[in-house]
């Protein structure tokens, strides 16, 4: 996912979040709009997480984004 994608998507890349870590509270989630890496150390806090399990759970986060905001494509009948 660009960079500028994610701002564009921030409403619907908010509530992946959201359903995702559902420990993590509106502002935790507002402050990591415009920078996800913020929400590293909003993980460690919120799951006491290690800095490690904390970059690698948002990694692996991270990898889904581009495919559930990616546009759908649509079919049209011939």
């Given at each position: 996912?660009?960079?500028?994608t994610?701002?564009?998507?921030?409403?619907e890349?908010?509530?992946?979040?959201?359903?995702k870590?559902?420990k993590?509270?509106?502002?935790?989630?507002?402050?990591a709009?415009?920078n996800?890496e913020l929400?590293?150390?909003?993980?460690?806090?919120?799951?006491?997480?290690?800095k490690?399990q904390?970059?690698k759970?948002l990694?692996?986060?991270?990898?889904?984004l581009?495919?559930?905001?990616?546009?759908?494509?649509?079919?049209t009948?011939t």
């Amino acid at each position: 996912m660009k960079s500028g994608t994610i701002k564009n998507d921030w409403k619907e890349v908010k509530g992946l979040i959201k359903a995702k870590f559902e420990k993590l509270n509106d502002e935790s989630i507002d402050a990591a709009e415009h920078n996800l890496e913020l929400l590293s150390g909003k993980l460690q806090s919120a799951y006491g997480y290690a800095k490690e399990q904390a970059e690698k759970e948002l990694k692996n986060f991270k990898a889904t984004l581009h495919e559930a905001t990616k546009p759908q494509k649509k079919t049209t009948k011939t």
